[in-house]
């Protein structure tokens, strides 16, 4: 049967979903009929019957905190690649990031290295990334969240409201932001933090905000209700990030129709001439009072009624333009019959 015409089964190396937004939905709900998705295990990975193997975050596969299971993991692996060689399992890779946010062993790079060897096709989430191996390069957008946010209830926009949300750790910078938003009064303003931190983040953060009326905080993971509820009560959001290539939260607060911060990037340089002026306001080095003091001002000048341009980003095309991937990726590895 002919690669254009024939239902392809892809294996992701993602859990399924589980009721919260994550990008696994974008895998799943804007995946064209003709596209079975499937969600990993090792045991399926090794043994199952599946067309292509999607690839996202690698680097989380082969980790582990003891060593005795990063190294059945390692080994696991290389099985995998293997298997895909001999068995002509074309390789999609989805490149999330330059680098790992949290750096790995020489041993897992070597590994992630030989995926990348391994990897027939590269999707990129924005026209800057470059892929690390030789390979079929397309871009395709991280979907928008308009449509899965729809049927949550919004709350009223309230001047001077700066909401961060998303998980909390070092690299995000909260604490600077925190120590920025506090350096000096405010009036009528008010700074929420919303999301989880590891309990040593927990605790620095409760000290610094522990007596002030002006800050507050929801240190836990939420889930859709209250996520929309609490980015659409905010003028502004922030996203203090060390740095910044791919960001689903930026997606999430422009979906809701919140500006956002961010540090500077050819990424977010690149999503703010798509989504129009205004809408992605960029800082650079560290933040400081004259980044949140500027953006803060630029938030309060947006219209309510004005949206970001979040045109192509929906996720039926999404899905459409991965499975054009799938297809060029099997005709490559296949030579186009199955």
């Keep these: ?101 949290e750096s790995g062993t020489a041993a897992e790079a070597r590994l992630v290295r030989a995926v990348d060897r391994s990897t027939t096709a590269f999707i990129h989430l924005n026209g800057t990334t470059a892929a690390p191996a030789p390979g079929l390069e397309t871009v395709i957008a991280h979907g928008h969240y308009r449509d899965r946010f729809a049927a949550h209830p919004r709350a009223e926009r309230v001047p001077g409201r700066i909401v961060y949300f998303g998980i909390i750790r070092p690299r995000k910078n909260v604490e600077r932001l925190i120590d920025v938003f506090l350096a000096r009064e405010r009036p009528g303003c008010h700074l929420r933090i919303v999301g989880s931190p590891t309990p040593e983040l927990a605790e620095r953060i409760t000290a610094r905000i522990t007596g002030r009326p002006d800050v507050s905080a929801r240190l836990a993971f939420v889930d859709d209700d209250e996520l929309v509820a609490e980015v659409t009560a905010a003028s502004l959001v922030v996203l203090p990030y060390a740095e910044m290539h791919n960001s689903g939260a930026a997606l999430v607060a422009l979906s809701l129709d919140r500006p956002v911060l961010v540090p500077r990037s050819p990424a977010n340089d690149e999503l703010g001439r798509e989504v129009g002026s205004g809408w992605v306001l960029p800082f650079d080095g560290s933040l400081d009072d004259a980044d949140l003091s500027a953006a803060m001002a630029a938030a309060e000048g947006i219209d309510p009624d004005d949206r970001p341009e979040l045109g192509g980003r929906d996720w039926d095309e999404v899905g459409r333009r991965h499975r054009d991937v799938y297809r060029a990726a099997l005709d490559r590895v296949r030579g186009g019959s199955r």
């Design 1 to 101: 049967m002919s690669v254009e015409n024939a239902p392809i089964t892809v294996l992701h190396s993602l859990a399924p979903p589980d009721g919260t937004t994550r990008y696994v939905d974008q895998m799943t709900e804007g995946a064209p009929a003709d596209v079975e998705v499937r969600y990993f295990s090792w045991r399926f990975a090794l043994t199952g019957r599946y067309d292509v193997l999607h690839l996202h975050w690698p680097e989380f596969l082969v980790r582990a905190r003891r060593r005795r299971t990063r190294l059945a993991k390692r080994l696991a692996m290389r099985a995998l690649l293997w298997r895909a060689r001999r068995a002509r399992i074309p390789i999609v890779r989805t490149t999330h990031n330059i680098t790992p946010h």
